[in-house]
């Protein structure tokens, strides 16, 4: 293989390393999973986040109690993301929808950015610094949760904040019966 398409292909392992290590932060906070999201983050890292500035742990235990207490759901969808990568840096952006399902019922969304210095240590990448830029914020309508009201539903296993939620179930398997509503 040419040198040329090695180091793209380089690049291109540590671009998805450094994808997955942010799914892995969004992922942790949405499942209140903190190993999880601490995985996201080297130990000393800095975090601002609207008034919270401080490290990962810190972060967990503030941002974990403020959704326990205010929503019953959220996603922290990772959306445009670019990364700029110099050796062991990496300087990263990437625009976020954060959607919550207030304890009242009603619905939150959020939209902004993530701007992150993730540093290589030991062969991983992990965020070292990240800002939040948050630029927009509103109520959206609340509907009736589809399909709730379907018997059995949840019988492959119901959403969970923690590790319960069906996406830690290995096998994933299917147990409810073929229904084609007509």
């Keep these: 293989m040419d040198t040329d398409r090695a180091a793209r292909l380089e690049l291109l ?26 995985s996201a983050f080297h130990p ?78 030991d062969g991983q990448w992990k965020i070292a610094l990240r800002t939040n830029a948050v630029e927009w914020s509103g109520l959206v309508p609340t509907l009736p949760i589809p399909f709730a009201d379907v018997p059995g539903v949840h019988a492959n296993g119901a959403p969970s904040r923690d590790r319960r939620d069906p996406s830690y179930l290995r096998p994933l398997i299917n147990v409810r019966e073929p229904n084609i509503p007509g």
Excluded: K
């Design 13 to 38: 392992l540590d671009r998805q390393d450094i994808l997955d290590c942010l799914t892995r932060f969004s992922r942790g906070m949405d499942r209140f999973d903190r190993d999880l999201f601490l």
């Design 44 to 121: 000393d890292a800095a975090i601002a986040a609207g008034d919270f500035v401080g490290g990962p742990a810190d972060l967990f235990a503030w941002a974990s109690r403020l959704h326990g207490q205010g929503q019953s759901a959220t996603h922290h969808n990772l959306l445009n993301h670019t990364c700029d990568i110099d050796r062991d840096t990496a300087h990263t952006e990437t625009y976020y929808l954060f959607v919550g399902r207030n304890r009242d019922e009603s619905n939150w969304a959020a939209g902004g950015r993530y701007i992150d210095r993730l540093e290589r240590r």
